[in-house]
């Protein structure tokens, strides 16, 4: 049967048909082998030099493509850069075999490490970018040496994103001697310090920290600010999700090609790929502009809501993280803040939405941390603090006033993109985790991308068991505590998962002394009331109640009456309570007791892993592996690092470790789960980090019915279970598949969430992709000068249509108006009389202004070459200001149209459509507001001659009807800019396109105009 199940598998099909590969790759092992060194550098240039051509032929379609004018072209063009590529592809596939085993041999060589024949089947799913599954402790990190290798060999650069900096730079480092003795260089991103970069250097040592030896920083501008291009000029750049996404976005503000960071986004390998592009994916990238100074009334508002009372005054949805004033709750609101009605004022009520959100539906060490005095928000699946993010809409604002930290200044959006639409910008996206299989479809539809189970190199042989339920929290982590006890005495090392940083701090208070003694005392008595025969029931449950009471509100002094009545000793330690404390434990050697009896005198040794201990993240998921460790974990903290039976052997260390001998007696690393997470996804991660390459390992989790999951989401009205007494737990298969049918609702519901924020951002990306495209070509040296003197064409033609309509008689005509008015827009006065006008009909008055503009800004061009500048950098130089100033605000607009634009389905409106149609008139008027601003500053402004030297030159425009560009800042970091929607190459008076025979003025432009 298993054998049919496997034919039938079409995940097994493929990794047989990539393991034909594989063998042609060991093929050429033995002679690989005896290259030296300096050989292997030499077969790196060889294959190079093999790709290059169609690397060449690929380039050429490119720049084909962007020289496209028309969508004809535009579309023949497509299609030939997609051939290009293709055969680009076909190339790399047949190079494949020999760069994988150059690799190989220069990892064994290098680091020591020969990669498994499984590893070459997930380096094969890597490069035909797609996701590789693969357990923890499999070595990914390894694998992903294998494309980064063979799709650098393009000359275009390949991205390995990782979740961390940490991760970035030691992997980097770890396999930078394999990159370079094939003669390839690796470039690292940084997060900290801000714009920090590094290119990997054997030679390197640095001077003040260790821990940076090999990394040799970027050099730096004249503002000392990192040059990191440098970084990215190498063969393959290291860094997070986020440093990639913010690079994007500035190298999109920027001024000048020099500052220009990234090279085009080619090949990129996400690294827990799940974690970034689902978990992260509801979070966009934002970059701020200036900050406005932030209101004491979040301060007020906070201190009248923190007097509410629950259902009374306001009602909260724990689902949706919203929070509602009642019709009770709103006079309370309005007398305490002094206003008649608080409707009236739409900054009150924003202010008054955040302060219920921030007071009922964020927590402390749940959703965000206090550290340093600042609010840092915690990432609900890594269990990761976010630095340098801020929740939006007031909402972080809001919460310091609950904590009574200072109150940032507020923020302008300036850029902004999320996760998702700045992934699939890459040519070819690839993808490695340990869990990915049950997001496939979500995979499939965003980005394309489908999954490969590769299997691991030995057998797992890790048990997974039954999970426990408890009718009650309470009792539920009295389960936990129990079974971590008695691991510890056998000294099998545990990782206990944790959902948040408020449940990680509480369970380690339950491994102090007190605690342990306590639970302990419980458990004695309990086991010698099921032993005391003759008690009646009222007695019974008397003294379960008893027992049942929370430990928060219990000592041992409290125990004393059960005790009394069951005719024992409260004490675990005592002589017959510890002998009986041993069977009840399985005890079996004297060695098991005396480390029984250290952890209820001092306490059990433990390490929690959280968000507040980001930086000690890696040494104690090393440690967590050796006997008698107990690590306190969230669920996803210290993902990337291996988690090694024994601990992690000192560096160069050859002998045989006997902890790691001893852990694997005792059955290797033990996964206690305290609850279930939303997502299947996660839990299967936390179970991963056990049984990694072959070794023993276990996993349990302990849940019960208050558990925030089912509370939420279960389905509890088939779950009464009335007679179930909480103290007992239960291994039910129905109510474990009822849990997981509770994940899968939470799941489609978090899809949902993704999806509907891709919607709307897929409409913004449009947007975006037409302003960066145009403003690249500004920075490329885009000729402005037909975009202004089309347009100021246009704005002419509208002013002269509104005062001399052709429906009126030419009497009629308010000439006056047609004058001045054009005198405002092209910055001159007596240009235009209204006596050179009376008698002609509308096109002989636009034929003269449109000769008047084109010998005005013959003008203006005559003007810059005597002051010794040059127009042509002025257009590009306040184009790019006048697009910064005009983005922005569109951002603003949009996202305030966002947030209203639910209100539509109230009208039998789709919201989503209609946010498209408003989306699009504001576009519209975004192009049009850039060009009309970008007539109005060249017309208006000023060319001066600096007295300093020529290169540094101003330009500054003069007051006028036009509007002033935008200051930029000293990096010239933040500014963006578009070559012009209506940019025509045909002129008022040539032969129309269309073929009618008239001028273009007298037939097209009028429509296109309109």
Not at 275 to 291: H, Q
Not at 543 to 558: F, V, Y
Not at 834 to 862: H, N, T, W
Not at 954 to 961: L, M, R, S, T
């Amino acid at each position: 049967m298993n054998a049919l199940m496997r034919l039938l598998d079409g995940n097994e099909r493929e990794v047989q048909r990539l393991r034909k590969t594989v063998a042609v790759i060991n093929s050429l092992e033995p002679e690989i082998e005896r290259y030296t060194d300096a050989q292997l550098r030499e077969k790196t240039e060889e294959l190079r030099a093999r790709i290059r051509p169609y690397v060449e032929k690929y380039d050429e379609a490119r720049e084909q493509r962007r020289l496209a004018k028309d969508p004809e072209t535009e579309a023949r063009t497509d299609a030939a850069v997609k051939d290009a590529y293709a055969v680009l592809e076909e190339a790399l596939n047949e190079a494949l075999p020999e760069a994988f085993a150059l690799v190989r041999e220069a990892s064994r060589r290098t680091i020591g490490l020969r990669h498994y024949d499984v590893q070459m089947v997930g380096g094969m799913v890597l490069h035909q970018g797609r996701i590789a599954e693969m357990a923890t402790g499999e070595g990914k990190t390894l694998v992903a040496t294998l494309p980064l290798y063979l799709n650098a060999l393009a000359g275009k650069g390949g991205h390995l994103i990782t979740v961390n900096d940490y991760l970035a730079k030691r992997d980097a480092c770890w396999m930078g001697p394999i990159y370079h003795l094939l003669g390839l260089r690796v470039g690292v991103i940084q997060s900290h310090p801000h714009l920090a970069a590094y290119v990997y250097d054997p030679d390197y040592r640095s001077e003040t920290d260790p821990n940076m030896h090999f990394m040799r920083p970027v050099e730096t501008n004249w503002y000392g600010w990192p040059l990191r291009q440098q970084a990215y000029e190498c063969d393959i750049v290291y860094g997070t999700n986020a440093e990639f996404g913010f690079d994007y976005l500035r190298d999109n503000m920027a001024h000048s090609l020099d500052t220009l960071s990234q090279r085009d986004l080619h090949y990129a390998i996400v690294d827990e790929v799940d974690s970034i592009l689902i978990d992260e994916a509801r979070t966009p990238l934002i970059i701020s502009g200036e900050p406005q100074e932030s209101s004491d009334l979040y301060y007020r508002v906070d201190r009248v809501i923190a007097r509410l009372q629950h259902e009374r005054d306001y009602t909260v949805d724990e689902k949706q993280k919203t929070a509602m004033l009642t019709d009770e709750g709103v006079p309370r609101v309005e007398e305490g803040l002094g206003v008649a009605n608080i409707a009236d004022d739409v900054e009150l009520m924003h202010h008054i939405n955040a302060a219920l959100k921030a007071r009922f539906c964020y927590k402390r060490d749940v959703e965000y941390v206090v550290k340093d005095g600042q609010v840092i928000i915690v990432d609900e699946f890594t269990g990761r603090l976010m630095f340098g993010r801020r929740y939006s809409d007031g909402l972080h604002q809001a919460i310091e006033a609950k904590e009574n930290v200072k109150i940032e200044e507020e923020t302008v959006t300036v850029a902004t993109i999320t996760l998702q639409n700045y992934f699939r910008l890459y040519r070819k996206l690839a993808g490695m985790t340990g869990t990915a299989k049950t997001e496939e479809a979500e995979f499939r539809k965003i980005y394309g991308m489908d999954v490969c189970v590769v299997p691991t190199h030995m057998p797992m042989i890790r048990q997974d068991h039954s999970d426990v339920i408890y009718k009650t929290e309470e009792q539920k982590f009295r389960g936990v505590v129990q079974e971590i006890l008695q691991r510890h005495v056998r000294g099998q090392p545990m990782l206990v998962g944790t959902r948040s940083i408020e449940v990680s701090e509480r369970l380690s208070e339950w491994l102090l002394n007190e605690r342990l003694q306590l639970q302990c005392a419980i458990l004695l008595l309990r086991n010698r009331l099921y032993q005391t025969k003759g008690l009646s029931k009222e007695k019974e449950a008397e003294l379960h109640t008893a027992l049942n009471q929370p430990l928060a509100e219990m000592d041992i002094g409290r125990l004393s009456p059960a005790a009394r009545a069951l005719g024992m000793k409260t004490d675990p330690l005592a002589a017959e309570n510890f002998e009986e404390l041993k069977r009840l434990l399985q005890v079996e050697t004297e060695e098991q007791a005396q480390v029984l009896r250290r952890a209820l005198r001092d306490g059990i040794a433990h390490a929690v892993l959280n968000a507040k201990y980001h930086e000690k993240e890696a040494q104690i998921i090393q440690d967590a592996g050796r006997s008698h460790a107990v690590t306190i974990a969230t669920n996803m903290a210290g993902r990337g690092v291996d988690i090694i039976l024994g601990g992690k052997p000192p560096e160069g260390f050859k002998g045989t470790n006997a902890d790691y001998e001893f852990v694997k007696s005792v059955g290797g690393l033990a996964i206690v789960g305290s609850e279930r997470h939303e997502s299947r996804r996660i839990d299967r991660q936390l179970r991963g980090r056990s049984g990694r390459q072959g070794d023993p390992g276990a996993s349990r989790f302990y849940l019960s019915l208050g558990d925030e999951l089912w509370r939420l989401f279960g389905d509890r009205g088939r779950w009464a279970l009335g007679s179930w007494p909480e103290h007992e737990p239960i291994e039910s298969r129905m109510l474990t598949m009822a849990i997981e049918r509770a994940q899968k609702k939470v799941e489609e519901r978090n899809f949902g969430i993704r999806k509907h924020t891709l919607e709307y951002d897929d409409v913004m990306n449009v947007h975006r992709d037409v302003i960066y495209r145009e403003r690249r070509k500004i920075l490329e040296g885009a000729d402005l000068r037909d975009t202004i003197i089309d347009h100021a064409s246009l704005m002419a033609e509208r002013i002269v249509t509104q005062h001399c309509s052709t429906e009126v008689h030419p009497e009629e005509w308010d000439l006056r108006a047609v004058c001045t008015e054009l005198e405002n827009l092209l910055g001159v006065r007596r240009l235009f009389t209204p006596a050179e006008f009376e008698g002609r009909s509308q096109d002989e008055v636009l034929e003269i202004v449109d000769d008047r503009i084109e010998k005005r800004y013959l003008e203006k061009e005559r003007e810059w070459a005597e002051a010794s500048g040059n127009i042509r950098d002025a257009e590009r130089f306040y184009t790019l200001q006048i697009i910064d100033q005009k983005w922005i605000e569109h951002l603003n607009a949009m996202d305030y149209l966002r947030e209203g634009i639910y209100l539509r389905g109230y009208g039998q409106q789709d919201p989503l459509v209609a946010y498209k149609k408003e989306a699009f008139e504001m576009f519209e008027g975004l192009q049009s507001s850039i060009q009309d601003a970008m007539v109005a500053v060249m017309f208006h402004v000023v060319p001066q001659v600096q007295q300093a030297p020529a290169q540094r030159r101003i330009f500054v425009p003069v007051e006028g009807d036009g509007e002033e560009p935008e200051a930029v800042g000293p990096d010239g970091r933040n500014g963006r800019g578009m070559a012009g929607r209506g940019a025509r190459k045909v002129g008022r008076n040539d032969p129309c396109p269309c073929g009618s025979g008239k001028k273009y003025k007298q037939c097209c432009l009028k429509s296109v105009s309109r």
